[in-house]
């Protein structure tokens, strides 16, 4: 048997549609142009790659998007007054500061000063923290996180009593991932660099999240047969044979994986279109909470 193969691309392709057609409908109500604002700090090139896409993919959904540079030099209360000016500015809706931040930037002080109306990454300490509490709604849930909740949902996953099993813990998916499963009823294990037996655990897993930035990392035989498996990791692998003299994989030896799960996605096609199109989303309704705030 090989798995389901689930369809990230099409999946986000089709939320970044119905973005567009509310964006368009809005402006047809006189409703003011979604906005979004980006901040990158540095020449960190992935950040500026994952960034320019973020534009692109702002300007064909109608979303007005507005991208702001700082040196990797630039100082603590440079990059805050610049957050604060964007948190003052009715025509922007939603903050984005690309995440990592040079050395020497407080990372915690940056999102903290990011007003929560806005914070379409959904990293502010009070949504997160909203996030991890019962009874809570956060404003904004991280894209990459939510996306990964989007495929288990289009695959038909059940989660209510799953075991599932997240690699990884960062701020930016493994956590929140695993508070997302969790509230949808999920027993959640969170495997990491101190975990002791791995594969083990995995074994047990009817869901996998790999979110650890290590190629082709979890193999065939570590995958209970039938277990949806969502890939996270995109990391460049040296091939010479490839045009830029690199390829892309997941953290999952999918050649592997795909003869014994249930469902699987690939990498790149997975969930890299998807933190685009929740983007997009959480812009959305960035505009929307704020023509409710306008309406009183
Ligand atoms: N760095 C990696 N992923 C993300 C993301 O989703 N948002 C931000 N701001 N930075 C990131």
Request: aromatic share 2%; charged share 25%.
């Amino acid at each position: 048997m090989t798995a389901k193969i689930i369809d990230g691309k099409a999946i986000a392709e089709s939320i970044r549609e119905e973005v567009k057609q509310n964006v368009t409908e809005r402006l047809e109500q006189g409703l003011p142009v979604p906005g979004l604002a980006t901040v990158i700090i540095g020449d960190n090139p992935a950040s500026r790659v994952y960034v320019r896409m973020k534009h692109k993919a702002c300007q064909e959904a109608g979303i007005r998007s507005v991208g702001h540079e700082l040196p990797a030099t630039a100082t603590q209360d440079e990059v805050e007054s610049l957050v604060k000016q964007l948190n003052d500015d009715p025509g922007i809706h939603g903050i984005l500061v690309q995440l990592p931040l040079p050395a020497g930037l407080d990372e915690e002080r940056v999102l903290n000063t990011i007003s929560i109306q806005k914070d379409v990454d959904g990293f502010h300490p009070i949504n997160i923290g909203r996030l991890a509490q019962k009874g809570r709604e956060p404003l904004f849930v991280p894209a990459t996180p939510a996306g990964v909740m989007v495929l288990l949902e289009k695959n038909g996953t059940s989660l209510d009593g799953a075991k599932a099993v997240v690699l990884g813990r960062s701020n930016i998916v493994g956590m929140p991932v695993s508070l997302l499963l969790l509230r949808e009823n999920a027993t959640v294990t969170i495997c990491h660099s101190h975990t002791q037996d791995i594969p083990a655990t995995l074994r047990e897993a009817d869901v996998v999240v790999a979110a650890i930035g290590k190629p082709g990392y979890v193999r065939g035989d570590w995958i209970k047969p039938g277990a949806t498996v969502i890939d996270v990791g995109t990391n460049r692998v040296e091939d010479p044979a490839a045009k830029r003299g690199y390829r892309l994989v997941g953290d999952v030896n999918f050649d592997e994986v795909v003869k014994v799960a249930g469902a699987i996605t690939p990498s790149p096609g997975g969930v890299g279109p998807m933190t685009i199109a929740m983007l997009l989303r959480n812009t959305l309704r960035a505009a929307r909470l704020a023509d409710a705030r306008d309406i009183g």
